[in-house]
Every structure is written in structure tokens, then in C-alpha cells.
């Protein structure tokens, strides 16, 4: 069965230093891999996306992320925190083929930042 | 549309009550989900929508919920008898079609609170 693993519930750091969010997934093909931005109150804003073009994915705000098919993984990072990146990031997984009515969310994880 | 749009964006209710939320997707896009995401939870999928048809209704949580979409645009979702669990923010989300490299586009939700 496909799903998605957001390795992290709860991640804080500090103002300047790096950011890393895990997400792992499972999926009989390469799928494509999406990570959202939910700041409080607000509706999912799209970071970056991979489908299957180049493996590591630019995003907006200084976020990148890379797929790599042989860890399943799919790992959201940022240089340097601004504490405006504080917000709740989900990874989301769409199969290849098959049913994508249901589109596969990780549980998302909390990002807090110190000042 | 520009975006996707819901409506209300907020609704209080009294328990028993019934309330239509309403969702405006992206103009020409036939793919379109609800999902419900309770205070600190992540989301929950509720039912997606290609076209006018529901092929997936398998997240909606009781028969008091029902949803609909006329024209392969605007959704409701309708959810009779209200009860206080069912307090949360519904989001609705849209995308071009169901190939799997299309980015999902989300409302900034409507929020519900049955009291």
C-alpha cells in the first residue's frame, strides 16, 4: 500500500541555523512528491514539487528538496530559518496510476523557530 | 477563478443545525477534494470529486455528511444534524486533472464551530 512518513512530529530551531523535515514514502512507482506550507489559520500553500524532472526541487522561500529513489525519501531543507517559516509542513504523495482521488498526506510537521 | 474559494470562511452553529459549506474551484479544473482537519490534527479526506461524479466517498464519516458538485464546478458539502466533534476547518482543494504530476490547489478553508 502507498503511504507517507513524516519522520518528525515537532521540529525547533533556531533563528539562522538549518532546517531539515524527513519525509519517507512508499510506492510501487515514482510517484510524484509535493511538500505544503500551512501557516496558522491559513489553508496549504505549495512549496516545491518533484515529477520526476530533476532530483533535487527548488522551491519557494529558500526551501529545497531532494528525491532520492533508493532511501524513498524526499527530505524538505532550508540553509538558514527565518522565524517566518515557522508553520506546519505536510508531505504529500500522489501514486502513479491507480486510484489519485485520495491523495496521500503525512501528518504533517510542526516547525518552530527561536529567535 | 484566480484561486480556490470557500464559503463561509467561518461558521457558528448550534448543535442539531444543518450547514452547507461551499466550494469554488479553480475554473477548468475536474478534480476536486474535501478534507477536514481538527484542531491541531492534519488532514483528513473526506471526498473527492471528477467531474460531477464521486468516485472515492470513502472519508466521509457518517451519513449526516454529503456532498455534491453541479456543472463540474462549485462543491458543497452538507452536513446535517451538526454535532460538536464536528467543529474543525473543512478545506476544499482543486486540480487541473487527475494526472499525477498536477499540483493541488486548496482554499483557505472554511471554519466550522458547533456549539
Known amino acids: 500500500a502507498q503511504s507517507v512518513t513524516q519522520l518528525d512530529s515537532h521540529v525547533s530551531v533556531s533563528e539562522g541555523t538549518p532546517v531539515l523535515l524527513r519525509c519517507n514514502y512508499s510506492?510501487?512507482?515514482?510517484?510524484?512528491l509535493f511538500w505544503y506550507v500551512q501557516h496558522p489559520n491559513k489553508g496549504l500553500q505549495l512549496l516545491l514539487k518533484?515529477?520526476?524532472?530533476?532530483?533535487l526541487v527548488k522551491g519557494i522561500n529558500g526551501f529545497e528538496a531532494e528525491f532520492k529513489k533508493s532511501e524513498t525519501s524526499f527530505h524538505l531543507t532550508k540553509p538558514s530559518a527565518h522565524m517566518s517559516d515557522a508553520a506546519e509542513y505536510f508531505c504529500?504523495?500522489?501514486?502513479?496510476?491507480?486510484?489519485?482521488?485520495?491523495?496521500?498526506f503525512g501528518k504533517g510537521t510542526k516547525l518552530s523557530v527561536k529567535p | 477563478g484566480a484561486g480556490v474559494s470557500q464559503s463561509p470562511s467561518n461558521k457558528v452553529t448550534e448543535k442539531g443545525k444543518d450547514v452547507e459549506l461551499r466550494c469554488d474551484p479553480i475554473?477548468?479544473?475536474?478534480?476536486l477534494y474535501w478534507y477536514r482537519q481538527s484542531l491541531g490534527q492534519g488532514l483528513e479526506f473526506l471526498i473527492y470529486?471528477?467531474?460531477?461524479?464521486?468516485?472515492?466517498k470513502s472519508g466521509l464519516p457518517s451519513d449526516r455528511f454529503s456532498a455534491e458538485r453541479t456543472g463540474g464546478s462549485v462543491s458543497t458539502l452538507t452536513i446535517q444534524r451538526t454535532q460538536q466533534e464536528d467543529s474543525a476547518v473543512y478545506l476544499c482543494?482543486?486540480?487541473?486533472?487527475?494526472?499525477?504530476?498536477?499540483?493541488?490547489?486548496f482554499g483557505e478553508g472554511s471554519w466550522l464551530t458547533v456549539v
Open positions: 518533484y515529477t520526476s524532472a530533476a532530483t
Open positions: 475554473s477548468g479544473h475536474t478534480a
Open positions: 504529500v504523495v500522489i501514486p502513479y496510476g491507480g486510484s489519485q482521488g485520495n491523495l496521500i
Open positions: 482543494a482543486s486540480r487541473m486533472d487527475r494526472s499525477s504530476g498536477n499540483t493541488i490547489y
Open positions: 470529486f471528477q467531474g460531477n461524479s464521486a468516485p472515492d
Open positions: 510506492s510501487s512507482y515514482s510517484p510524484s
